[in-house]
């Protein structure tokens, strides 16, 4: 009996009819449920797809955004390029204007030696004049005729002649180190500025000469004033008048008697690592300073002016607007012990900028 033949009663005709029933229902519930499942996803995707079109969106405005703020940035940088080149130009100028001023100084201490010589002279003359006048009442002169005439001086010496005057004397006087007056070095100088008369340029030049001490000064005799007086191409008979020689004496005596009476100048600063002395640096840039690798005076004095800025750009804005064009040259005073170069420095600045940057 073959398979077919078990499908010939009525019960297996029935079951196969049920199963085949069952089989349409459960593909039609399948599909209801594959159909919805299917729509959901679908749903899901169109939902995605409007979200990312959204985000592309927003991404093409915040990239149309970043375009504007580039463009802005590598604008302001060379800005800021060209106003730092600038600003190094300016610094350049102004330190030629100091030399320039420093010049005029110098030539401004002449014209006034100039001038005090030139009083000089006449005030002699006028004196000269008064006392004849006085000895030669009505103009008759003791022994009888009319008063002479103060003679003319000799022609004026040419600047040339005057340099080698000045030559000559000068090796005068450093011939008489060590046998008219007592030798002393740099190290044992005074401050021959105490001696009324005597400033800054007339102290250097006889520092050059080699007077450095109140001693050597109050061992002047009247033919070695002479011959300083021409050394330094000072005023004749100035050294007499303002009585240097008596002065130094003092001066000396007082320095073995009691030293601490000639210390009147103010404290200075000892030590090196104290850059807060600089005009222009406080505790917290001495201390990025300090982290740079700039440790004392002579590190700072060595320093350019790109290297300091790089160091304050690198500690962020708030560092960046300070200027450090004068740090190097006024540490550079400080390394040397020019306190008084320095305070006279530090009188042209403001914040540690020169006055002309203000």
Not at 202 to 214: A, D, P, Q, S, V
Not at 234 to 259: C, M, S, Y
């Amino acid at each position: 009996m073959s398979f077919l033949d078990g499908f010939n009663t009525d019960h297996s005709t029935f079951i196969l009819i049920a199963c085949l029933v069952s089989f349409l229902l459960g593909l039609l519930l399948g599909y209801l449920i594959w159909g919805r499942l299917i729509g959901a996803l679908r749903d899901e995707l169109a939902k995605v797809k409007r979200e990312r079109d959204a985000f592309k969106k927003e991404l093409d405005e915040l990239k149309g955004k970043y375009n504007t703020l580039d463009a802005d940035y590598k604008q302001s940088t060379e800005q800021v390029n060209s106003l730092t080149l600038s600003n190094r130009n300016l610094e350049n100028e102004k330190g030629q204007l100091h030399s320039d001023l420093y010049a005029c100084k110098k030539e401004k201490e002449e014209l006034i030696e100039d001038m005090e010589e030139a009083k000089a002279e006449s005030g002699f003359y006028i004196d000269e004049l008064s006392g004849k006048l006085k000895d030669n009442k009505g103009g008759i002169v003791a022994g009888g005729g009319i008063p002479e005439t103060p003679k003319k001086e000799d022609k004026k010496l040419t600047k040339e002649e005057k340099a080698a005057l000045s030559a000559k004397a000068s090796e005068e006087v450093k011939a008489a180190l060590g046998n008219k007056i007592s030798a002393a070095t740099e190290d044992q100088k005074d401050d021959l500025k105490k001696i009324s008369g005597v400033g800054p340029f007339i102290e250097k030049k006889l520092n050059n000469l080699g007077i450095y001490t109140f001693e050597q000064v109050s061992q002047f005799d009247s033919g070695l004033v002479q011959t300083v007086t021409d050394a330094i191409q000072f005023f004749p008979g100035r050294i007499e008048r303002d009585d240097w020689v008596g002065q130094a004496a003092k001066l000396h005596n007082l320095k073995l008697t009691n030293p601490d009476a000639l210390n009147d100048d103010k404290k200075r600063p000892s030590n090196p690592e104290d850059l807060k002395i600089v005009e222009g640096i406080g505790p917290k840039i001495e201390q990025l300073l300090k982290d740079g690798g700039v440790k004392n005076w002579a590190d700072l004095a060595g320093c350019s002016v790109d290297g300091l800025q790089a160091i304050l750009d690198a500690a962020g804005d708030r560092y960046r607007i300070h200027n450090p064009s004068t740090w190097a040259k006024q540490a550079e005073l400080a390394r040397d012990g020019k306190w008084e170069e320095l305070d006279k420095y530090q009188d042209f600045l403001i914040g540690g900028r020169d006055i002309a940057d203000n």
